[in-house]
């Protein structure tokens, strides 16, 4: 029996569901059906207990299914299941809105809240573009961005996304430029920062050049590219990237839906890296994953412009939101985990226990196929060599080889990814490690 057949799901009931991001064809004619999860671990359909090496999808770095937040979600649920979020407002979003301008990098002092990491990046990139107009200057519309980075799957992520095959079935998306990536072979197998490659960043000074500081709303990037492998900036990188915007007058946003709240050993990535953005986007982590909910931190004078330029005192300022911006039993999931993050000093023990994590993924190199491995804080990514001319090929059998030895490991394009539970234990991480060797010399060549 497969693993839908053990849980009685029908042929047809798989058959329906079109999965996201996800090979349907392959899926469905050799299901992974998780039942259950707690800590670090998944239960699948089999009873197994997986350990879990990227938190769900870098969303559950507390934890899987944590009764704190499960029970604040069901007093919220019998409280007030939803309120109406536009014209009229509740408690808890003003008090979530208060707590995560008080983490946020100084400066950041006013939150939008989204349902997504996609809706964020839009809800960014969107008032960018708004923003430069309230201000007399609406020319200013061109979002650029990197190659290799990833800002979601709605109409705003796969325009200035930079990763290939997110891009090419959608046709004319909004107008963007992309950065060249900062990848480079010769510091394969750096760990942490790269030492060298800060001048990638100068390619910036000639997108402005080619397209005029005039069109340019805003520059977004990943502080680290997650989704495309984590693929860490070189030192200086990130701090010339912020030069550069501010000459030009161009707002820096920084996509922290996976660098965000703890991912990076720090509370963002903008802490992490010493660089402050104008807007930085969050999702994932902010709910443990418990409940959707994301959001954008930015300047408190990007909100002022919009106040001043508001017209009649009952007009709208910004014609932007969600249903569900700021949904009660969101919100009421994400105070829930910022006790639990503070509570037990979770992105502390990330910075702590970082290093050795370090050392132990690096441990792998010399492991045939392996071509390249990064980190930073307790996220890495695996690069192997491409099988039969395809690249993306040998990932995905490691990962699944890595599943069928009992742990989770995440594939994407031509690497593996990891991104850990934040209260991971020692041999749990050895446990990871030793999978991904066992499991690449176990498969043919
Ligand atoms: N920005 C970044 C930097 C992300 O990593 C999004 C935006 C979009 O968020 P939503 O919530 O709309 O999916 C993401 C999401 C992976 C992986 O395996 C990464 C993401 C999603 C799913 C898988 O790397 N990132
Ligand atoms: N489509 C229709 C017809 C709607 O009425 C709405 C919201 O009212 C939406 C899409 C957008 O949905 P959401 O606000 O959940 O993003």
């Not at 939150?111 to 960014?124: K, M, P, Q, R």
Request: glycine share 10%.
């Amino acid at each position: 029996m497969n693993q839908a057949e053990l849980v009685g799901l029908t042929q047809n009931q798989l058959d329906s569901y079109w999965m996201p991001y996800t090979g349907n064809r392959q899926f469905k004619a050799d299901p992974r059906i998780i039942t259950a999860a707690k800590g670090s671990y998944l239960t699948d359909a089999e009873g197994r207990q997986i350990l879990d090496s990227l938190s769900g999808l870098w969303t559950c770095g507390a934890g899987h299914s944590r009764p704190e937040i499960a029970e604040v979600v069901y007093k919220q649920l019998n409280t007030l299941d939803y309120a109406p979020g536009f014209q009229f407002g509740h408690p808890l979003a003003f008090q979530l809105a208060e707590r995560l301008v008080d983490l946020a990098p100084v400066g950041l002092d006013r939150v939008c809240l989204t349902n997504s990491g996609s809706e964020a990046a839009d809800t960014a990139t969107k008032i960018a573009r708004a923003y430069w107009r309230q201000c007399g200057q609406a020319s200013k519309t061109k979002i650029l961005a990197r190659q290799k980075g990833y800002h979601g799957a709605s109409w705003g992520g796969i325009s200035f996304g930079g990763i290939p095959a997110n891009r090419k079935m959608w046709g004319q998306g909004i107008e963007t430029d992309l950065l060249n990536h900062t990848w480079r072979a010769e510091s394969a197998f750096s760990k942490g920062m790269p030492e060298h490659g800060v001048e990638l960043a100068d390619e910036l000074e000639m997108l402005i050049g080619l397209h005029d500081a005039s069109n340019v709303a805003a520059v977004i990037v990943e502080p680290f590219s997650g989704s495309a492998g984590v693929i860490v900036p070189p030192k200086g990188y990130l701090q010339r990237l912020r030069e550069i915007c501010t000459k030009h007058n161009i707002l820096l946003i920084f996509d922290e839906v996976i660098t965000g709240l703890g991912r990076s050993g720090a509370t963002w990535g903008a802490d992490a890296f010493g660089v402050t953005p104008d807007m930085l986007t969050f999702a994932k982590q902010v709910t443990n994953g418990a409940v959707p909910l994301g959001g954008v931190l930015l300047r408190r004078d990007i909100y002022d412009a919009f106040m001043a330029k508001g017209g009649a005192d009952h007009a709208v300022e910004l014609p932007h939101g969600f249903t569900y911006s700021g949904h009660p039993v969101a919100c009421a999931a994400a105070m829930a985990t910022l006790d639990i993050l503070e509570s037990e000093k979770l992105i502390e023990r990330v910075a702590q226990k970082a290093p050795e994590f370090e050392s132990k993924i690096h441990s792998l190199k010399g492991t045939e196929h392996i071509v390249d491995i990064r980190n930073f804080g307790f996220a890495a990514g695996i690069t192997l060599a491409p099988k039969d001319g395809d690249p993306t090929l040998r990932p995905f059998e490691v990962a699944l080889e890595c599943w069928r030895r009992g742990v989770y490991v995440r594939w994407g394009g031509d690497t593996l990814q990891f991104g850990l539970p934040f209260q991971m234990e020692y041999d749990e991480m050895d446990r990871i490690v030793a999978t991904v060797a066992e499991s690449i010399h176990g498969l043919e060549p």
